[in-house]
C-alpha cells in the first residue's frame, strides 16, 4: 500500500512504534521552536536535565508573545532566555523579529522535516511540507535533548481541493469552512492532508493560513505536499538548497476524505465564541463592529498585509472602528514600508502594532465593554481578547478591512474593484535579528542570568496505589487551556512563576477555584468532551498539580493537553459510561484503588463517600505509566527514563 506525505515523514524519522493507527510511535524530531510565554519553563526543564548542547539540526527560542514589558517581569525573562539558549546551543530571535510561526516559515522551515514547538500552532510548518507538531515545553525540552518525541499514530484525512478561489474569498474562508465541517473536535486524532488539483492555485502563505488553524481541529498536524510553489517561495527566501519535492502515493490509502470546491466557496466568519461557530460573513451583514484586528500567525503574512493596503489605498476608516494592523515580521513590515504599502495602511486611520501576537493573546488592544472585534486570528473563545463580554469572530483579511471600512459586517464580494496585488520574485533577507549560539568551546564560560520573576519549578508527586480526594471542580463541555489558565497582559508575564498564576486558575469558570482547591489537598477535576482544547501551554497542566490536583476524569480530552497532563504527574482518564458524568456533583470524596493494576489493565474503578462506583478507562502506554508512577515525565528523565 502507498504512502500518505506524513506517512512518509514519520517512516523516516521511527525511532520505535510499527505505525499502527492508535499505537505509539516515538519520532526523531529535526528542529525545535519555542515562544517566550512557554519558553521559560521548556528552558528550566531543559536545564535541569543537565545536557550542554542541544542536540537537533535546529533550535530557535523566539520572543513573540510577552514584549509590552510593563514591569521587569519580561525585560528578565528576555534576558533568560538570550543568555539560556547562547550557552546551550540554541538560536534566538529577537523581540520585534516577529511571530514565531510566521518566521519559521520564511527562514527556517524545511519540506520534509520533523519540527515540534512549544505552541499550539506549530503546524503552520505544515504548509511548507515539514512535519510540524504543537507541544508541551517538557516535550520540546526533551527533544532538544536529543530524546524522542512519542505520539499516538494518527488517521489520516484527506481535503480534496478542486477549483480556485473567486477574488475576495481566501485561504481563512477554506480553513473557517473545515472547522463548520468537522468542528473543533473533528480532527482529534488524525493528521490533515491537503491535496487535489486546487493545492496548485495556493500559494505558501496561504497553506500556511490553512495549516495554522488545523490546530482548531484538534487535528495532530495538517500538511502541504511540497511542489512547484514551495520551491519557488524558498527560492524567493533565498533559500532554495533546502528545497524537496514531496507527495503522496497516488495508492495512499486515507481513513477520510473530503473535498472542498474553492470556486464554490464564500467568505465565512467564526462567531463568538468558538472557532468553529461558522457561517456565511453574508448572513450577518448588519451587525455593527467596534474593533478590527489584523495580524497574528494566521494572517500576517506579506500576501495578507500587501491585500489589506491595496483595499485600505486612499481610503478612510469607518469613525467608530478602531483598526489594528500587526505584520508577521520584520521582513513584512520592512518589505511593506520599502513598496510604500505600509503609508496607504497609515494613511486609512490604522493603528499600527509590533511585529508580534500582540492583541490575539489578550495582549494589549482589548475591545471595549461588550464590544463587537473582528479578528483575523485562530481562537476567539471567551475572555480571550482580555475583555469578558467582547464579541470576537474571526475572519479573514479582506472581510476584516471591508467592516473597518464600512462599520459593519460586510461580505467582501460585495467590493467591485479589482484586488490585485504582486508579490516579488526575491524577499529581502536579513536575519540580523536572529543570534547564533556561543561556539561549544566557550559555552562553559557562558553566563546565564536570571531574575527574580524566575521561580522553582513545582514538584508533583508520585502514584501510589490508591489515591482519594476531592471532585474540586465539575466543568462542561470543549474547556480551553485559555479557561485552565488564562493568557493576557496581566498573567501572561508570570508563565515562570506558576505560585503567583495559580490565583488565576479557572478564573473564568469560577473565581473560587484557587482557593478550594489549594485547601482540598488532593483534588480531581471532572470534565466533558475535548478537555483542554487549544493551547499547548503545559501551565494548563503544571498550575492544577501545583494545587494539588492528581486526576481529571472527562468524556475525552485533546492531544497536546493529556499530554501534557501526563508530563506533569496528573493521571487523565475517560469514563467508560459518559452518563456517569451526571451523577458526579462538585465536592464529593472520590477514591481510586488498585491504581498500579488498574493502570495496566486500562481500566480503574472510581468509588465516591456514597459508595457508588464507576468505571474509567485509562489508555496508557507503559511509557506514560512509568511517567506517572514516577510523578511526572521530569522524574521519569531523570530516573534515567527515555
Ligand atoms: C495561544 O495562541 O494560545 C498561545 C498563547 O500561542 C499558546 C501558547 C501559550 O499558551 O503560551 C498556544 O497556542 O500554544
Ligand atoms: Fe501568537 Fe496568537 Fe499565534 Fe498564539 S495564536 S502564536 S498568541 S499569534
Known amino acids: ?186 480532527g482529534v486524532g488524525a493528521i490533515v492532508e491537503w491535496g487535489g488539483p486546487g493545492v496548485a492555485t495556493l500559494s505558501v502563505p496561504e497553506r500556511g493560513t490553512i495549516t495554522n488553524m488545523g490546530t482548531e481541529l484538534g487535528a495532530t498536524t495538517s500538511i502541504f505536499p511540497s511542489d512547484d510553489i514551495t520551491r519557488q517561495f524558498l527560492a524567493a527566501q533565498g533559500r532554495e538548497q533546502d528545497y524537496v519535492p514531496l507527495v503522496s502515493d497516488p495508492d495512499a490509502e486515507y481513513d477520510r476524505i473530503i473535498d472542498i470546491d474553492l470556486s464554490a466557496l464564500k467568505p465565512m466568519i467564526a462567531c463568538p465564541h468558538s472557532p468553529d461557530n461558522v457561517v456565511e460573513v453574508a448572513s450577518l451583514k448588519d451587525v455593527k463592529v467596534d474593533q478590527v484586528c489584523i495580524g497574528s500567525c494566521t494572517n500576517s503574512s506579506l500576501m495578507d498585509m500587501l491585500k489589506v493596503a491595496a483595499m485600505l489605498k486612499g481610503k478612510t476608516i469607518h469613525p467608530s472602528v478602531s483598526l489594528s494592523v500587526s505584520p508577521g515580521s520584520r521582513q513584512v513590515l520592512t518589505m511593506l514600508s520599502n513598496c510604500g504599502a505600509l503609508a496607504d495602511i497609515l494613511a486609512s486611520g490604522a493603528r499600527v502594532l509590533e511585529c508580534a501576537c500582540g492583541p490575539c493573546i489578550g495582549m494589549g488592544f482589548s475591545p471595549n465593554s461588550g464590544g463587537v472585534s473582528l479578528r483575523t486570528f485562530n481562537r476567539n473563545f471567551l475572555g480571550r481578547s482580555g475583555t469578558k463580554d467582547g464579541q470576537v469572530y474571526l475572519v479573514s483579511p479582506e472581510t476584516a478591512v471591508a467592516a473597518a471600512l464600512t462599520g459593519y459586517i460586510t461580505d467582501p464580494t460585495t467590493f467591485s474593484e479589482p484586488l490585485e496585488i504582486t508579490m516579488p520574485d526575491s524577499f529581502l533577507v536579513n536575519d540580523s535579528a536572529v543570534l547564533a549560539p556561543v561556539r561549544a568551546e566557550e559555552a562553559d564560560q557562558a553566563e546565564v542570568l536570571r531574575g527574580p520573576n524566575i521561580k522553582e519549578f513545582p514538584k508533583s508527586k508520585p502514584f501510589t496505589d490508591s489515591l482519594t480526594a476531592q471532585l474540586v471542580l465539575k466543568v462542561g463541555d470543549n474547556i480551553t487551556t485559555d479557561h485552565i489558565m488564562p493568557a493576557g497582559a496581566k498573567i501572561l508575564p508570570y508563565r515562570s512563576n506558576i505560585p503567583f498564576l495559580s490565583k488565576f486558575c479557572f478564573e473564568v469558570c469560577d473565581p473560587t477555584f484557587a482557593e478550594r482547591a489549594k485547601a482540598a489537598g488532593d483534588g480531581i477535576i471532572v470534565g466533558g468532551s475535548n478537555y483542554g482544547q487549544g493551547s499547548s501551554r503545559e501551565h494548563a497542566a503544571l498550575v492544577p498539580m501545583y494545587l494539588g490536583v492528581r486526576c481529571v476524569i472527562a468524556k475525552s480530552f485533546a492531544r497536546i493537553h493529556v499530554a501534557n497532563l501526563i508530563n506533569a504527574g496528573i493521571l487523565p482518564v475517560t469514563f467508560e459510561n459518559p452518563e456517569d458524568y451526571d451523577k458526579l456533583n462538585q465536592d464529593a470524596k472520590l477514591t481510586i484503588s488498585n491504581i498500579v493494576a488498574g493502570m495496566e489493565a486500562g481500566k480503574l474503578t472510581v468509588t465516591d463517600e456514597n459508595g457508588f462506583a464507576f468505571n474509567v478507562v485509562c489508555n496508557l502506554t507503559e511509557r506514560q505509566r512509568a511517567i506517572l508512577l514516577a510523578g511526572g515525565l521530569l522524574n521519569y528523565t531523570k530516573e534515567g527514563g527515555v
Open 1 to 186: 500500500m502507498g504512502k500518505t506525505i506524513a506517512q512518509k515523514i514519520i517512516a523516516a524519522h521511527l525511532i520505535s512504534g510499527d505505525m499502527t493507527v492508535g499505537s505509539e510511535v516515538a519520532l526523531r524530531i529535526d528542529q525545535t521552536l519555542t515562544q517566550d510565554a512557554t519558553g521559560t519553563m521548556a528552558y528550566l526543564e531543559f536545564e535541569t536535565m543537565g545536557i550542554p548542547r542541544v542536540k537537533t539540526e535546529l533550535s530557535i527560542a523566539y520572543v513573540d508573545h510577552n514584549t509590552l514589558q510593563c514591569g521587569f517581569e519580561n525585560g528578565d525573562d528576555h534576558r533568560y532566555l538570550q543568555t539560556v539558549t547562547a550557552k546551550h546551543g540554541v538560536y534566538f530571535s529577537r523581540p520585534g523579529n516577529g511571530i514565531c510561526h510566521q518566521v519559521h516559515l520564511e527562514r527556517f522551515g524545511k519540506p520534509g522535516k520533523t519540527l515540534i514547538g512549544s505552541d499550539s500552532h506549530t503546524p503552520t510548518g505544515g504548509g511548507i511540507g515539514m512535519l510540524a507538531f504543537g507541544a508541551g515545553g517538557l516535550d520540546v525540552a526533551v527533544a532538544m535533548g536529543g530524546g524522542a518525541y512519542y505520539i499516538t499514530m494518527p488517521k489520516m484525512f484527506k481535503v480534496n481541493l478542486t477549483g480556485k478561489l473567486n477574488p475576495y474569498v481566501t485561504a481563512k474562508d477554506v480553513s473557517l469552512e473545515l472547522l463548520r465541517i468537522l468542528s473543533v473536535k473533528g
